[in-house]
């Protein structure tokens, strides 16, 4: 019979989430503090770094430290996992979130605007899982987890061309980065929330949110803890054979063919 009361236990773990001051990020830390992980978050602003760990600290039994990084630079990025390795003592899990979603139509997208978007969002993922692999494979069970999106991978929205497809490429990179760790026994998978009510979310306004709310067979937008429940599912022991997959957690909102499949 298998041993219940350990099933799923990330006691002890050590995680790292980019982008974990807010929104999904801080979601995805709080669910892995609460379960008795050693929480590293990383970001830019040092005053979200604060706030965030105080508010996560006791959560859990385990420690919580912050770490100002900018994922867009590979150097940031190497100095970001020696750090958060020495305060942890190593590294089990990576939760590669940190992202940006500006919006501006194709027409008129400078070459910067589609640079900060890729480097973000497709670098970004890239340089973390790069910084992070020695640690992770010294940890014998590492596991890596993408913060992608329906948007890209799955859906279109006028806007976000660069951002899909900076989502989307979140997915080729795992696949192959899939193959070439599963040697070392570490698992890359996707998470793809849907909308999920974010500080970044909320920027975009009244009848953007009340829009998606209504196009969500839900019928709500989820909360970050939504994706962080699945991102520490698949952290966990037991999730160890699966490797390579995109998992969206949407509340349905890819389902519907058309409005009138709401409906009812
Ligand atoms: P958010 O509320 O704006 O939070 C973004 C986080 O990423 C912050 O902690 C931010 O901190 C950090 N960050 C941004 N750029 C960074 C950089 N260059 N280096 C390090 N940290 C950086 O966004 P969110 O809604 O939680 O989104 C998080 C992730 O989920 C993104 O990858 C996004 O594409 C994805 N997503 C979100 C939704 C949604 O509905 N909210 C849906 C699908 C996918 P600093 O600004 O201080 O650096």
């Known amino acids: 019979m298998p041993d219940t009361d350990a099933m799923f236990s990330l006691a002890?773990?050590?995680?790292?989430?980019?982008?974990?001051?807010k929104g999904i990020g801080r979601g995805i830390a709080s669910v892995f503090a609460t379960a008795g992980a050693h929480v590293a978050v990383a970001a830019r602003s040092t005053a979200d770094i604060d706030a965030a760990v105080v508010a996560l600290d006791g959560l859990?039994?385990?420690?919580?430290?912050?770490?100002?990084?900018?994922?867009?630079?590979?150097?940031?990025?190497?100095?970001?996992?020696?750090?958060?390795?020495?305060?942890?003592?190593?590294?089990?899990?990576?939760?590669?979130?940190?992202?940006?979603?500006?919006?501006?139509?194709l027409q008129t997208m400078t070459p910067d605007q589609l640079?900060?978007?890729?480097?973000?969002?497709?670098?970004?993922?890239?340089?973390?899982v790069q910084a992070c692999l020695d640690a992770l494979i010294a940890s014998g069970r590492g596991?890596?987890?993408?913060?992608?999106?329906?948007?890209?991978?799955?859906?279109?929205?006028?806007?976000?061309?660069?951002?899909?497809?900076?989502?989307?490429?979140?997915?080729?990179?795992?696949?192959?980065?899939?193959?070439?760790?599963?040697?070392?026994?570490?698992?890359?998978?996707?998470?793809l929330p849907g909308n999920i009510l974010t500080?970044?979310?909320?920027?975009?306004?009244?009848?953007?949110?009340?829009?998606?709310?209504?196009?969500?067979p839900a019928?709500?937008?989820?909360?970050?803890?939504?994706?962080?429940?699945?991102?520490?599912?698949?952290a966990s022991d037991e999730a160890s054979y699966i490797t390579g997959q995109a998992i969206a957690v949407d509340g349905g909102q890819v389902l519907p063919e058309s409005p009138d499949a709401l409906a009812g």
Not at 115 to 126: F, P, R, S
């Open 12 to 21: 002890g773990k050590s995680v790292l989430v980019t982008g974990g001051t």
């Open 115 to 128: 640079t900060e978007v890729l480097d973000v969002n497709v670098k970004g993922n890239i340089y973390s």
């Open 199 to 216: 500080e970044g979310l909320a920027d975009l306004g009244e009848d953007y949110l009340g829009g998606m709310a209504r196009a969500i």
């Open 219 to 234: 019928g709500a937008l989820g909360t970050p803890e939504d994706i962080g429940h699945l991102a520490a599912f698949l």
């Open 60 to 105: 859990g039994a385990g420690k919580v430290i912050g770490v100002a990084a900018d994922v867009s630079n590979r150097d940031s990025c190497t100095t970001m996992a020696d750090t958060v390795v020495d305060a942890l003592g190593g590294l089990d899990v990576l939760c590669a979130n940190a992202g940006i979603f500006p919006d501006v139509p």
């Open 143 to 191: 596991r890596i987890i993408l913060t992608s999106s329906i948007t890209g991978p799955i859906t279109g929205f006028p806007g976000w061309s660069h951002y899909g497809a900076s989502k989307a490429a979140q997915l080729g990179f795992m696949r192959t980065a899939a193959i070439e760790l599963a040697a070392h026994r570490i698992t890359v998978n996707a998470v």
